[in-house]
């Protein structure tokens, strides 16, 4: 069994327990996830089956689309709603969200939350606030593509975020609440879509369970790449370089569009093999 699994991920569920989940139901270790998702956030997550794996770190989406709440009035350590509530301020009401809203689009510098993943001289954020042990967390660039105002109810703001991958949205909505005069934070979290691929494309854990769900080809998952197309195959499977002036990666195919290989320029006139996928 190989190909591509889209998942919509459950919340209270971290992307590696559904991992662990779908390598019980397929009956292979061979599985692995392109990208994680908060435990409490729901929505797409992408993973790869089998031989597919080896495509792993080339469908680490670069753009990601999330669909978020924001609370405004209270913020919490993590700066989700698992956290511990640390600032209150009575809602007394807000004008111009739009326009505060639209005031993210662009390249900028973020703060990740104390409660992550990064690793910092070794070790993850999280296990620093833990221990609330203090540490330097240096802001990562970032950028937001485009947002829109979903909707506004009292305190509940409902907003569609399209952004780079690194972005934490957690933060976005710290950051968007102090913004507009409140502590603030994350009540809850969609991933709509990742790269290509979108959360209606997705199944779940129950459907998987019920093997009701189909694999994606490689093929399917890589029809938005850019394609070199190589007279004979064997090039690829020797990996051979290729003479060629293209300066950026592209996914190999034979004549019949099969999937064989992630070539990278040498910068000396040829491309190189980066991944065999055959």
Not at 129 to 140: G, T
Request: charged fraction near 25%; include cysteine; hydrophobic fraction near 35%.
């Amino acid at each position: 069994m190989n190909g591509i699994l889209l998942v919509n991920k459950p919340s209270q569920m971290t992307s590696h327990d559904v991992v662990n989940r779908v390598r019980r139901v397929l009956h292979t270790k061979k599985v692995g996830h392109c990208g994680t998702l908060d435990p409490d956030a729901t929505g797409v997550l992408v993973l790869c089956v089998g031989k597919a794996t080896k495509a792993l770190q080339f469908l680490m989406s670069e753009e990601k689309e999330y669909i978020a709440t924001l609370f405004l009035g209270k913020a919490t350590d993590t700066f989700d709603a698992s956290g511990t509530v640390v600032e209150e301020k009575e809602f007394i009401g807000v004008e111009q969200v739009n326009e505060v809203l639209q005031s993210f689009i662009g390249k900028q510098k973020q703060v990740p939350p104390i409660y992550s993943a990064i690793k910092v001289n070794g070790k993850k954020l999280y296990e620093y606030a833990r221990r609330q042990e203090s540490v330097e967390i240096k802001p990562r660039d970032i950028e937001i593509k485009k947002i829109e105002l979903i909707s506004q109810k009292e305190n509940l703001i409902q907003f569609k975020v399209l952004c780079s991958k690194g972005t934490y949205i957690r933060s976005l909505c710290v950051d968007i609440a102090k913004k507009l005069g409140y502590p603030g934070h994350m009540l809850s979290l969609i991933r709509s879509q990742s790269g290509y691929f979108c959360l209606d494309d997705c199944y779940s854990l129950e459907d998987i369970e019920s093997s009701h769900f189909e694999l994606l080809t490689l093929e399917k998952a890589f029809e938005h790449f850019e394609h070199f197309v190589v007279d004979d195959e064997n090039i690829v499977i020797h990996g051979k370089q290729i003479k060629s002036d293209i300066d950026h990666q592209v996914v190999v195919v034979n004549q019949e569009g099969k999937v064989l290989a992630v070539y990278g320029p040498n910068g000396q006139g040829y491309l190189k093999s980066i991944r065999g996928l055959f």
